[in-house]
């Protein structure tokens, strides 16, 4: 089946940096890829959709600015956190589906902690 | 009305038991159907996948659509100790991104 890489698994950084997620569909070309956060013992929640070749779609009250999405090839898409703060510190995960007729495969997730 | 509800439990069984999970919607656009298997700290498993009403079987698994009621729910058989995880119901209209459910966290003991 289709497999999704996402890297890396985890990843602690400094208030003030920036980070940077990457997401790769391995066996399969994705024109389209979505990234979602999940904070504990809660469920996913759409952060943006990622399009190859173009701008990302962001969902209200995410900042374009701070979580910069680049799809530069139909098989990567990456998600860059920039001047991470503690509050910034999730789950991060990203999807893509083969196409119409599959389910969408998820990463295994990045967990950040914004120290 | 959120989009859609799931009861986030938790839900216990003994091992062997048969588990139902469901969901409820408000969006009659939505098509496709997914539930995912989340352990801690993972990515989300696709589990079933189905597009528009009907059921689907994969092994100890069942996954059924009613879009009349806008209804969707997981039966797993023979319940395991290692189904213990969350479980999550997604949706989405078509070719667009998930609404996910919170999630049910079930628990099997052995």
């Known amino acids: 089946g289709a497999v999704v890489s996402q890297h890396p698994s985890w990843v602690i950084c400094k208030s003030g940096t920036s980070v940077k997620i990457e997401c790769r569909s391995l066996d399969f070309q994705a024109t389209t890829m979505f990234w979602y956060r999940q904070f504990p013992k809660q469920s996913l929640m759409l952060m943006a959709t990622?399009?190859?070749?173009?701008?990302?779609?962001?969902e209200q009250g995410v900042e374009k600015d701070k979580f910069l999405i680049n799809h530069a090839s139909l098989t990567l898409s990456t998600l860059t956190v920039t001047s991470a703060h503690p509050e910034d510190s999730s789950f991060y995960i990203c999807?893509?589906?083969?196409?119409?007729?599959?389910?969408?495969?998820f990463g295994s997730g990045t967990r950040l902690t914004v120290v | 009305q959120k989009e859609v509800e799931q009861d986030p439990g938790p839900l216990s069984v003994p091992e062997g038991a048969i588990v139902s999970l469901n969901c409820t919607y408000s969006?009659?656009?939505?098509?496709?159907f997914m539930w995912y298997r989340q352990y801690s700290r993972k990515g989300p498993e696709l589990l079933m996948y189905?597009?528009?009403?009907g059921n689907k079987e994969d092994g100890r698994f069942t996954a059924q659509v009613d879009k009349s009621s806008k209804y969707i729910s997981l039966f797993i058989r023979d319940s395991q100790p290692s189904d213990s995880a969350t479980y999550l119901c997604?949706?989405?209209?078509?070719?667009?991104?998930?609404?996910f459910g919170k999630g049910t966290t079930l628990s099997v003991s052995s």
């Open positions: 990622s399009n190859e070749g173009s701008k990302a779609t962001y």
């Open positions: 997604a949706m989405s209209p078509s070719g667009t991104a998930l609404i």
């Open positions: 189905t597009y528009s009403s």
């Open positions: 999807s893509a589906a083969e196409g119409p007729n599959y389910g969408y495969t």
């Open positions: 969006n009659s656009a939505f098509q496709y």
